[in-house]
């Protein structure tokens, strides 16, 4: 599993007028249309690599969730 960690500072407008706040809201909304394209490009970039490429720049293993028999 990938964790990826974005921080970005929200500018907030006082008294913005409608034409501001709308251009504002479809530039937000396409960065993170942007953001998350990137990030599950690099997501689908990592999974492809070997195994023991990821490994050895410390991946862990995906632990087995299938649940044991008690007999």
Known sequence: MTLVMEHRQERR???ARL?????HLV????????SAWERSRQEREMESMP???RKDIGFRAATNTAPKSTR
Not at 19 to 23: D, I, K, P
Not at 27 to 34: A, D, F, M, T, Y
């Open 13 to 15: 407008a006082t008294g």
């Open 19 to 23: 034409g501001h706040s709308l251009a």
């Open 51 to 53: 195994y023991d490429l």
């Open 27 to 34: 530039r937000e909304l396409s960065g993170r249309i942007v």
